[in-house]
């Protein structure tokens, strides 16, 4: 695991665009793993700012988002595909038909998260995820005890993660129950992973999932397993790592 820790979220955030962006223009058609949530929102405002001022080329690219809520419509406002569209997709090239986001109301459920499946893998794979983490480790909506071999499916949220996501709808009650997430092993599988952490709130759980052991209970512990993985944090997201930890990647100092 490569951990990186930046002086702020504005410094994380480009960071984490700038490798974004160096894919997308090495491989026009590169398959990118999204995620929703405060944390990416600074990414997709750089990655807006590249394809308005510097032409960085959404046209060929795919995507395929991490989660969504069961139950809201897509015009919601809190739904995830609504939340894409808003922060990033309405403001670069992206063709509609290219970005993906599981469907909440899919009526056979089961059917639609095994469709998702295959079309990640029609489409080659993901070749960089990037993920938020939550204050009890989960990523996506796979909350502690998980199966780290999971796949996509619909997963029951726990009462912290719908107490945390509460800030965002009128009261604890609208909050969904369920949500369809992609699963541990479908993370695992995808070329590279990019977690983005800023906040102290953060911090225990960046802790566990750096130097903890592996274990369901941190489901980003997962990421342990698989082999190129880059966290980026802020100061305070890190201030519980007790290793030291660079500001740059590897490969700044490399050239
Ligand atoms: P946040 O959520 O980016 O809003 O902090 C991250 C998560 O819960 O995965």
Do not use: W
Request: proline residues 4%; charged residues 25%; negative net charge.
């Amino acid at each position: 695991m490569e951990v990186i820790v930046k002086e702020n979220y504005e410094q994380m955030s480009r960071l984490a665009a700038e490798m974004i962006a160096d894919l997308v223009r090495s491989k026009p058609r590169s398959v990118l793993g999204l995620a929703t949530g405060s944390t990416p929102v600074g990414t997709y405002k750089e990655l807006i700012r590249m394809h308005k001022e510097d032409g960085l080329d959404f046209d060929q690219v795919v995507t395929f988002n991490l989660d969504e809520y069961v139950g809201l419509p897509t015009t919601h406002t809190e739904s995830y595909r609504y939340f894409m569209n808003d922060n990033l997709f309405n403001h670069i090239n992206i063709r509609k038909e290219n970005t993906h986001v599981p469907d909440g109301l899919a009526k056979d459920v089961t059917a639609s998260c095994t469709e998702y499946e295959r079309m990640m893998v029609e489409h080659g794979g993901i070749d960089v995820q990037l993920l938020g983490i939550g204050g009890n480790g989960h990523i996506g909506f796979d909350e502690p005890g998980s199966s780290l071999a999971s796949r996509t499916r619909v997963k029951t949220l726990t009462k912290e993660t719908r107490e945390d996501n509460s800030r965002f709808f009128a009261s604890i009650d609208e909050v969904p129950k369920y949500a369809i997430t992609m699963g541990i092993g479908t993370i695992l599988d995808t070329r590279r992973v990019i977690l983005l952490a800023n906040k102290e709130s953060k911090a225990d759980a960046i802790s566990a999932a750096v130097e903890g052991p592996i274990t369901a209970m941190c489901p980003a512990s997962a990421l342990q397993l698989h082999p190129a993985v880059t966290i980026i944090t802020d100061k305070a997201a890190a201030s519980k790592l007790t290793g030291n930890y660079p500001a740059e990647p590897h490969r700044l100092i490399l050239k």
